[in-house]
């Protein structure tokens, strides 16, 4: 709709003053002063050929009348027709600024200079109420985020006042936000959290809740005044979880290995209880016990390597950090397989030195070779080491020419295997090695050629 707002100035505004005290005329005056300046020649040559002619008095004073009547009549039209789209326009500027967007202006057209302007202004309120509605619906997302998020925010202002709380913030300090806003971080209890370390792992005891929490602390302005956002996550939840299921995966595996042991244990006991219990033994009793008892030895003697094995992977010790030359631990390593020759790509650069647990990464690329190994046998394939530095980190790859991967989601489950005779956990052991030194250790199928590829990465 159109402007129906008062002009912003009267046509008979004051004369204003000028900041150096000297009289200065208004716009309007201005306008209305230059039309009747534009008129005057033409109003005075008028007159005074109606004044010098001859004509009758009555004729002069009528026609001085509608002459000056007219002059003036059409110098005001003009001040009108130049002040008022001024105002329109200053009037929808107000409107904006206080924040309504629903005035239109009439006469927005592109084919003149003031219906352009009245466009671009009504152009304008469009583009700040789509704005508008933009920043509101942003705000209405970010209000319902912080009110269902599970981690507690905390906003503080420069004095270190509590100025802004979600919902987990309000539960985690046992009050409602009325009485938590404008309160100080010591008086929360929450003096540590606003100083140290801007990402940390914490012991606080809350009202709330305790235990191990995850803080992030960072800074953002607002009205041009630097605040501090607080955000805790509970990792006491995770961690229990994570435990219970690793409890559960633990006893799961040890309870099939046990199981696979003590069931022919049992049948075996409970078949020669049986054979001594009889009256008479048959002759070839003492083969049968033999044989009873060997299977009861073997069982036992592979539950007793499954518990080793178990004992080796948790009880790894921290790695002992020493200087280790890799293109000699890499050549080292490859020499003990003797199966087949194991090739070694020449080192691209300089040579490198990391400090590392060398027994611990033996052990490692021991185990990724020797795989490599089994696999390669099966198809008469070779088997390829190389290593290479790359933006701060040392990558030392092993690769087979086997039959590949069909189980790629178990390899470092402990205690999985796909072969006959392994215990399962070579991979397992080395993945927490390479972790331990600050790395990682990926198998995956090759994509250049049959086979598969380890890569173990380790910082420099």
């Known amino acids: 709709m159109a402007s129906d707002r008062a002009p912003s100035a009267s046509p008979t505004a004051p004369l204003r003053s000028s900041p150096s005290g000297a009289p200065r005329w208004s716009f309007e005056h201005r306008v209305l002063l230059l039309s009747l300046l534009a008129g005057l020649p033409g109003s005075a040559v008028a007159l005074a050929l109606l004044w010098t002619g001859d004509h009758s008095d009555r004729l002069r004073w009528t026609l001085t009348i509608v002459v000056a009547g007219g002059w003036l009549g059409v110098a005001l039209s003009l001040r009108e027709r130049v002040v008022r789209p001024l105002q329109t326009i200053s009037n929808m500027l107000a409107a904006l600024r206080e924040g309504d967007f629903s005035i239109r202006a009439r006469g927005a057209r592109a084919d003149d200079a003031l219906g352009l302007a009245l466009l671009e202004v009504n152009t304008l309120g469009e583009t700040l109420r789509a704005q508008r509605l933009g920043a509101l619906e942003a705000t209405a997302l970010l209000r319902t985020v912080m009110a269902e998020i599970d981690v507690a925010i905390f906003a503080f202002d420069e004095h270190r006042t509590l100025r802004l709380v979600n919902g987990a913030g ?7 936000t009325e009485r938590l806003l404008g309160l100080t971080s ?12 801007p990402e940390r792992t914490v012991d606080i005891d809350f009202p709330g809740g305790r235990g191990k929490w995850q803080l992030r602390r960072g800074t953002f302005r607002q009205g041009g005044r630097p605040h501090l956002l607080v955000v805790l996550s509970d990792l006491s939840r995770a961690l229990r979880e994570e435990e219970r299921q690793a409890w559960q995966r633990l006893i799961r595996v040890l309870g099939h290995e046990i199981n696979n042991s ?9 078949s020669l209880r049986d054979l001594l219990a009889r ?7 003492r083969q049968d016990a033999g044989d009873g008892l060997a299977v009861i030895a073997g069982r036992s003697e592979s539950l007793a390597r499954f518990m080793a094995a178990y004992a080796l992977l948790a009880r790894l010790p921290s790695p002992q950090p020493r200087p280790v030359d890799v293109h000699q631990w890499v050549r080292r390593v490859a020499q003990l ?25 033996d052990q490692l690329l021991i185990n990724l ?3 490599a190994a089994d696999a390669s046998l099966e198809t008469n394939g070779t088997v390829t080491v190389g ?10 790859w092993v690769r087979d020419e086997g039959l590949g991967l069909a189980d790629t989601a178990n390899l470092f489950v402990p205690f999985f295997t796909t072969k006959p005779n392994g215990s399962g956990i070579g991979l397992a052991l080395s993945r927490q090695i390479a972790e331990a030194h600050g790395g990682t250790l990926t198998l995956e199928n090759r994509r250049d050629a049959r086979g598969s590829e380890a890569r173990l990465r380790l910082p420099l």
Not at 264 to 270: G, R
Not at 279 to 285: A, H, N, R, S, Y
């Open 337 to 361: 397989e003797t199966r087949l020759p194991v090739g070694v790509l020449p080192p691209n650069g300089r040579a490198v030195v990391i400090a590392a647990d060398g027994d611990q990464l």
């Open 279 to 285: 009256p008479t033994l048959p002759e070839d009793w």
């Open 262 to 270: 003590l069931a022919p244990i049992k049948s075996i006991a409970a």
């Open 170 to 176: 309000e539960r985690l300090l046992g009050q409602p």
């Open 369 to 371: 070779v020797r795989n």
């Open 387 to 396: 290593w290479t530095r790359t933006s701060g980190w040392l990558e030392v």
């Open 186 to 197: 010591a008086a929360l209890g929450m003096a540590d959290s606003v100083r140290g370390e």
